[in-house]
């Protein structure tokens, strides 16, 4: 983990991601990016204002330098760079991640935004989460930065994980915190126990058996809500989740279902491509 992007809109939520992001980085030495899309007005054809871009843009790093120095307050020895964009902020970060290698994107996201707004229109974090072709990690904007204990990971037995690093993920990041790491199976009624999901349970015990892993077991009909209690039953400190359009988790990833994992699981969520 060497490079981390954090996408800020100076709203709440994206600042407690960037005080997160860097208190994250430090067990990674890791340098931190801050990333703001910034936009113009659309003038009236009538209106002879004309806006400069260079205005713009000096107050977008106007701003993201003195969220840079309050950065360094919390953590002074971190590398934090800053970087202005104009255009949407979604856009602005695909071409980002496109144009230079990231290990991380750290985005925030408001839980408390009400239900038409996630249902119709979701956010940044969700959209990015399903897409990315890198980790990406969402932080809910209430909660601070604390020293991870558990983790827990749904795990997709009918997937083969020897073609994927998803378990290399898991151990590292396992490793680095110190902490417990716990597979959840969500198991639904069209499950089979078939011989290839067999296979795949074994390589991933195997895999991770340094590290001890236990299992947990949900059998809630409605699958976000089933890890969303997992994780707080077990005082899961992060879940990760890896997107995959295959079995339940077609459904599970389909974008309402996102959305609703994401502005309700309450911790961290941190989602892993399976072809990372």
């Not at 790093?61 to 307050?73: D, T, V």
């Not at 695909?94 to 290698?101: A, D, G, T």
């Not at 296979?199 to 089933?226: F, M, R, V, W």
């Amino acid at each position: 983990m060497e490079k981390i992007l954090v996408g800020v809109d100076f709203s709440e939520s994206s600042k407690n991601a960037a005080v997160y992001a860097v208190k994250f980085a430090s067990y990674f030495s890791a340098q931190v990016v801050l990333l703001n899309a910034f936009s113009m007005p659309v003038p009236y054809p009538e209106s002879s204002v004309v806006f400069s871009v260079d205005e713009y843009e000096k107050e977008a790093y106007e701003g993201l330098s003195k969220l840079k120095a309050e950065l360094h307050l919390e953590v002074p020895q971190i590398d934090i760079q800053i970087l202005a964009k104009l255009g949407d902020g979604e856009d602005i970060i695909r071409e980002e991640l496109e144009s230079n290698k990231y290990d991380l994107v750290i985005l925030g996201i408001n839980p408390n935004v009400g239900e038409l707004y996630e249902y119709f229109i979701g956010s940044t974090a969700t959209a990015l989460a399903r897409e990315a072709s890198v980790p990406v990690l969402i932080v809910p904007n209430h909660l601070h930065f604390f020293k991870i204990k558990k983790l827990g990971y749904a795990a997709d037995y009918n997937k083969n994980y020897e073609k994927s690093n998803v378990l290399i993920f898991l151990k590292y990041f396992t490793t680095v915190f110190d902490a417990e790491l716990s597979l959840i199976n969500v198991v639904t009624e069209n499950d089979k126990y078939t011989l290839d999901i067999i296979k795949h349970e074994e390589y991933i015990n195997q895999y991770l058996e340094p590290i001890h892993p236990k299992t947990i077991y949900s059998s809630n009909k409605d699958i976000s809500e089933g890890l969303i209690d997992v994780a707080k039953r077990n005082d899961i400190d992060l879940l990760v989740t890896s997107p995959a359009k295959h079995h339940f988790f077609y459904e599970w990833y389909h974008e309402s279902n996102t959305k609703k994992l994401a502005f309700h699981i309450n911790i961290p969520l941190l989602c892993l491509p399976f072809d990372i």
